[in-house]
């Protein structure tokens, strides 16, 4: 008789993507809620720009931290460390 498989066990890099998506999203609404006093004046589409800012971040962020996970099997620490622009 045939032994059954051992269940294999994937990453969850999707996860990956969500947490760098927060973290990303987070960290840029922070600093853009500390810009808003300074754009009371400005045009209408630069404070469009900067409202819609906290989501490209964020999704710029989460897949560099997937693709770095994937690509090189890395733990979510080391892609959130690896994923940073600086």
């Known amino acids: 008789m045939n032994a059954p498989k051992p269940?294999?066990?994937?990453?969850?890099?999707?996860?990956y993507f969500i947490i760098?998506?927060?973290?990303?999203?987070?960290?840029?609404?922070v600093l853009t809620s500390l810009l808003h006093p300074l754009l009371i004046d400005t045009p209408t589409w630069v404070r469009l720009i900067v409202?819609?800012?906290?989501?490209?971040?964020?999704?710029?962020?989460?897949?560099?931290?997937?693709?770095?996970?994937?690509?090189?099997?890395?733990?979510?620490?080391?892609a959130l460390r690896r994923a940073l622009p600086f």
């Not at 269940?7 to 996860?15: D, M």
């Not at 760098?20 to 609404?29: E, H, K, N, R």
């Open 7 to 15: 269940h294999q066990q994937s990453h969850p890099y999707g996860l």
């Open 20 to 29: 760098g998506f927060v973290l990303g999203t987070a960290s840029t609404m």
């Open 51 to 78: 409202a819609v800012s906290p989501l490209i971040v964020g999704a710029a962020y989460g897949a560099r931290t997937f693709t770095f996970g994937r690509h090189g099997a890395l733990t979510l620490r080391s």
